[in-house]
């Protein structure tokens, strides 16, 4: 079966068993392992990626489901010698510790963001539930996603 | 610029926040086989036999039982007594028996099905109680794999002269320890014959040693690296000198990498959890609120082997009379034998279980001699000078009275108290509120003699290039260790802290500093790698005149001390504080070299209809010395907060003839963003002299807190004395209809 889809704006064609998941084609496929499994059920959402901007648990997705989609994953934010903003933010509030939820919590909170999505903690906290912390008991995740919507509506309004 | 005290960023955070940073499972190795594990369906019997499947096609898989192992079938680790794989005797529900490898995970997984072993069961032991009724005598004569004893003054003759005599039973569960990172190690031998372990761990010289049993291998043909580890809080300091084990055995059989990462269900259900324990209180108390004995009884199951659990009771005993000052205590304590999956370490390592019950017994005590619980607290707090249970006097660095006083007030806690009393009382309100406080103390590294036994080693070391490395077998497992040593050593050495690097807890390349437990790391790990980079800047001043600051002047004194070698390295070994006496054998004397202490108060909130608990606020406030880096010191007390929390209201292992029923993260709750409060954190330093820059540990003490504290703030809330952990929903609508 070919499967035409996005990942991270690279146009690829998976050949290969149709009910592969989605988490095992990204790793195994591509490489991109920078999405990780917590549980393989669907709760922990270690391995959240954004398909068509949704964050989705990845474990849970057969990857025939993924023709035509655009997916991406923890890879398209920043590298480490040009971290994303919310990355950033991440290291600069101790958003991050043991870093295996990390890569989910971002697409989490990234999707959040990107939406436009509010401010208020107990908003965040809301978008957030989806991903399990077992480090950082969120407060510090929740702070670095406050500070990067408050940066940028300071931008929208000065532009 | 000094480098300790100021909040530097995570030193690996790049890496881990891009995706790039490797856990084991991102390793590929060529050749590689994925192993998996057979295990016992049963709690207690003998192995009659195991068929494997005569239609199955077994050829292309490899197939290791306990007859392939060369050396010891033990872990190695303290007893000695937990096999490696299961010959016989079974002692527990899904004890490994079989390992079988293939080149393709799923097929692995398939082989198990085809593999059945037969059994002659034997009725086993599952609870504590079963244990002490001698329902099976399974381990020396009494089922217990430990006792401690420790004895203050004359408790007898106090409890008698007393005007109060309180009592109560207190309880709680296992715990699983939910990192996200489930564990996983890889194996694979060198062309020389030496074996070569990658993985997820707290403890590579703990592997390493495990290992040299099974293998009947050298110290130097074994070479043990920690990966980029998702989590640990105790959970990965001995399961993985198992799965090494395992990993090896097939590495070995196969001639091929072998790498073996465990499912969800499989390192739940399998794997260490917390110990449950029965802790009982007997105090003595005169009038005006002094306590003057505590007779304390605490009973911990240990599951089917011994593995860590002397030392987890010991902690658990150490810590059982709280933070408070009495001149006569007994603490009794037992560790006992069961057919279920052994207990092992979590952060806090067997206090969480006493001090819920010290803490909430100093509720009921107030309760019953018409005092306020405060009040009590501030009657008995240890102060500079105090004498503990096992007459250690507190010298230095005692916040006790100064992190409960600072609660109080950042809480509003008696403000919000009578508040919440007015609320409860308006029978409109949909919930009744609550307020409840905790205080406790958290001794920091090895208790007694543990330290001077370990004899840590650790160090830094000089390179041609100028480089200064950090040279420690202590693993980074989300705490924070790399950037704390860079910071300590930077410091020391008056370098930015980018000139620092840490060297990968690899065997081959770094000293055994010890396991990464017990909240040693910043304070013992830690002060060795302070004292061992002034002795570094002592001999590059002897030979230098001075100790140059920039990467070019430093490969220049190099130059001078290393006489051509690529490197020198500056080791130092852990010397006990003269002050610091203990005794083994009569459990006195100095149990701790300082301990760190912490309040919590929690404000929540009790649904009238569905008795939902959510937590409205909680506060905090430790003392934890001089703080290295206070924001990753705050996650440390958020994180370990919240893992309380869990323990406290959500987490809730259900067992059924040993076996764990609830093994997924959809029926086992940890709390999630939502489930969570915000926090009010604060840090109060008072400096530890033996400390590095002064100094204490953090990493378990806010897993101490909040359980004592929650159960408080619902009987604050509802009226109701709940012992029991976690205070379910269903607990609380059971008693309130009992009532």
């Known amino acids: 079966m070919r499967i035409k889809l996005t990942i991270n704006k690279k146009k690829r064609v998976y050949e290969g068993a149709p009910f592969k998941r989605l988490i095992d084609v990204l790793r195994e496929n591509y490489e991109l392992t920078g999405t990780k499994e917590g549980c393989g059920e669907g709760e922990c959402g270690a391995c959240t990626v954004l398909v068509d901007g949704d964050p989705v648990n990845s474990c849970l997705i057969p990857v025939a489901q993924m023709n035509g989609r655009r997916i991406e994953t923890v890879e398209s934010l920043g590298t480490p010698k040009s971290l994303h903003r919310l990355q950033e933010s991440f290291l600069r509030e101790g958003g991050a510790q043991c870093g295996i939820c990390t890569p989910g919590m971002l697409m989490s909170a990234w999707a959040w963001i990107s939406r436009g999505g509010s401010a208020r903690p107990s908003e965040i906290r809301r978008a957030l539930a989806g991903n399990l912390c077992r480090c950082t008991g969120y407060q510090h995740i929740v702070n670095s996603v406050i500070k990067i919507i408050k940066e940028r509506k300071r931008e929208s309004r000065t532009k | ?739």
Not at chain 2, 55 to 69: H, M, N, Q
Not at chain 2, 374 to 380: I, Q, S
């Open chain 2, 1 to 739: 610029m000094p480098a300790a005290g100021t909040n530097i960023w995570r030193r690996e955070g790049p890496e881990k926040l891009c995706g790039t940073a490797r856990y084991i499972d991102d390793y590929t190795f060529p050749g590689c086989l994925f192993g998996v594990t057979y295990r016992s369906s049963i709690a207690r019997g003998l192995i009659k036999k195991i068929v494997f499947d005569p239609k199955f096609s077994w050829d292309e898989f490899t197939v290791v039982t306990a007859k392939d192992i060369p050396g010891v079938n033990r872990v190695v680790l303290i007893e000695n007594d937990q096999p490696l794989l299961a010959d016989v005797k079974i002692t527990h529900p899904l004890e490994p028996i079989v390992l079988v490898a293939h080149s393709q995970r799923h097929k692995a997984y398939e082989a198990l099905s085809h593999i059945r072993a037969e059994f002659m069961e034997q009725p086993p032991v599952l609870t504590i109680e079963e244990s002490l009724a001698l329902k099976e005598t399974l381990y020396s004569m009494d089922n217990a794999f430990k006792k401690l004893l420790i004895e203050r003054g004359s408790v007898e003759s106090a409890m008698a002269q007393a005007d109060f005599v309180v009592e109560g039973e207190y309880r709680v569960p296992h715990q699983e320890q939910a990192y996200i990172e489930n564990n996983g190690i890889a194996a694979y031998f060198e062309k020389d014959g030496s074996l070569v372990v990658m993985g997820s761990m707290q403890c590579p010289y703990y592997v390493h040693k495990a290992l040299k049993a099974v293998f009947k291998l050298s110290d130097h043909r074994i070479r043990v690296i920690q990966t980029t580890t998702g989590g640990g809080f105790g959970g990965k300091e001995d399961y993985p000198s198992m799965i090494a084990g395992h990993a090896g055995l097939l590495a070995l059989k196969s001639g091929r990498p072998v790498k073996i990462i465990y499912d969800r269900h499989e390192d739940m259900a399998a794997t260490t959890k917390r110990h449950p324990a029965i802790v009982r209180h007997k105090t003595g108390v005169a009038k005006d609120g002094r306590l003057l004995a505590q007779d304390i009884e605490v009973i911990m199951d240990g599951g089917a082997y011994a593995t860590l659990s002397p030392v987890v009771l010991s902690r658990g005993a150490l810590h059982a009379t709280g933070p408070y000052e009495c001149p006569n205590v007994r603490v009794r304590s037992v560790c006992m034998i069961t057919n279920t999956p052994p207990n092992g370490a979590f952060r806090g390592f067997g206090a969480p279980q006493t001090l819920f019950a010290a803490e909430l017994h100093m509720e009921k005590i107030a309760s019953v001699i018409g005092m306020d619980s405060v009040e009590l607290r501030r009657k008995n707090v240890f102060k500079l000078g105090a004498v503990t249970a096992t007459g250690q006097i507190l010298r230095e660095s005692v916040g006790a009275r100064e992190v409960l006083e600072r609660t109080l007030k950042r809480s509003r806690y008696a403000q919000k108290r009578k508040e919440y009393s007015r609320w409860n009382k308006n029978k409109r309100h949909s919930t009744w509120r609550g307020m409840g406080i905790a205080l406790v103390h958290h001794g920091a590294g090895f208790t007694g003699s543990g330290e001077v036994y370990l004899a840590s080693r650790a160090g830094v070391s000089l390179t041609q290039e100028g480089t200064v490395k950090v040279l420690t077998a202590s693993t980074e497992i989300g705490q924070g260790t790399n950037t704390i040593f860079a910071q300590i050593v930077s410091h020391a050495l008056d370098l930015p802290q980018t000139m620092v690097e840490i060297e990968m807890p690899d065997t081959s390349l770094v000293p055994d500093s010890g396991p990464t437990v017990a909240s040693r790391t910043c304070m013992v790990v830690g002060g060795l790698i302070e004292r061992a980079a002034l002795e570094m800047k002592e001999a590059v001043v002897r030979a230098a005149g001075e100790f140059p600051r920039t990467k070019k002047g430093l490969a220049r004194a190099a130059a001078k001390i290393l006489n051509g070698a690529p490197f020198r390295a500056f080791i130092v070994q852990y010397k006990k504080p003269d002050e610091i006496e203990w005794n083994d054998h009569a459990y006195s004397g100095d149990a701790y070299g300082v301990f760190s202490y912490g309040c919590v108060a929690v404000d929540l909130e009790v649904d009238r209809a569905t008795y939902e608990v959510r937590l409205r606020r909680l506060t905090t406030v430790q003392d934890i010395g001089r703080a290295i880096n206070s924001k990753l010191a705050e996650g440390q007390m958020i994180g370990g907060i919240t893992q309380a929390l869990g323990y406290a209201l959500w987490e809730n292992p259900v067992y059924q003839n040993g076996f764990m029923q609830n093994s997924q993260l959809t029926n086992y709750i940890i709390p999630t963003a939502m489930d969570t409060p915000p926090m009010d954190v604060e840090i109060v330093e008072k400096p530890y002299s033996h400390g590095p820059w002064g100094a204490k540990g953090v990493g378990e003490l806010p897993m101490d807190i909040p359980g004592p504290a929650v159960a408080a703030a619902i009987g604050h809330a509802t009226g109701l004395w709940m012992t029991e952990l976690p205070i379910l929903p269903e607990k609380i609508c059971r008693k309130i209809n009992a009532n």
